[in-house]
């Protein structure tokens, strides 16, 4: 079945620093990655999505792009902010027409001033 | 317009007992979706409403829990008696319509303690 993996936090920054979250997946066929996000006291939002190989995916200066051979989804941002501490959830859903998505363990980023 | 809700926001009960969980989608959204997370584990699917049909109820993991969806508004998750292994944070979503291209909007999440 299909599966997410990606790597154990908590990930400890100071601001200004380069972030990377690994995502690594198992599915059959082409599946859609995405990357949640949750604040504190606050639900799991949409952060940046691709829906196939060599897509990528962008917001709020985050980006992560869709491999295929290596079967990777790796978050990065050149320059994080204390305002993006929070947890962050690699997920894919589908392929065939599968909508519930399957989650990652999630990876608490904790960024220090 | 106002986001997916869950109440209570943290819920501490003992074993055996009973509790019930309460989530309210977004106006206009017909698809209610219940996931669960376990400590430090992944968020695992529950179950899916349409309205006031259950869709897809496959990861409801026993007959402990009972979901509801009364006139396809609000939703009610029931936890009869409760075990240890049912703490988690219990999230809530909500969209349009189903299928990919539809997003899910998430609640905050309800945590439950069962001590």
């Known amino acids: 079945g299909n599966s997410v993996t990606q790597m154990e936090g908590p990930v400890t920054l100071s601001e200004e620093a380069f972030l990377t979250i690994n995502c690594t997946y198992t599915a059959t066929g082409y599946p859609s990655l995405f990357w949640y996000v949750q604040y504190p006291g606050e639900g799991l939002q949409l952060l940046l999505k691709a829906t196939k190989a060599d897509d990528k995916g962008s917001n709020k200066g985050f980006e992560a792009t869709y491999r295929k051979e290596t079967t990777s989804f790796h978050l990065e941002k050149g320059s994080v902010q204390v305002s993006d501490s929070a947890v962050y959830f690699c997920?894919?859903?589908?392929?065939?027409?599968?909508?519930?998505?399957?989650f990652g363990r999630g990876t608490s980023l904790i960024v220090h001033p | 317009e106002a986001g997916v809700t869950q109440f209570p926001s943290h819920s501490v009960i003992e074993k055996g007992q009973t509790v019930t969980l309460r989530c309210d989608p977004i106006?206009?959204?017909?698809?209610l979706y219940w996931y669960r997370r376990v400590m430090g584990k992944e968020i695992k699917f529950l179950l899916h409403?349409?309205?006031?049909?259950?869709?897809?109820e496959s990861g409801m993991p026993n007959n402990r829990f009972l979901a509801e969806r009364t006139g396809g508004t609000y939703s009610t998750l029931k936890v009869q008696p409760a075990e240890l292994e049912d703490s988690g944070v219990y999230f809530c979503a909500s969209s349009r319509g189903q299928g990919g291209t539809y997003e899910q909007y998430f609640g905050p999440g309800t945590r439950l303690t069962v001590t």
């Open positions: 997920a894919l859903s589908g392929p065939g027409g599968s909508y519930i998505p399957t």
């Open positions: 106006s206009g959204h017909d698809n």
């Open positions: 409403f349409v309205k006031e049909s259950k869709q897809d």
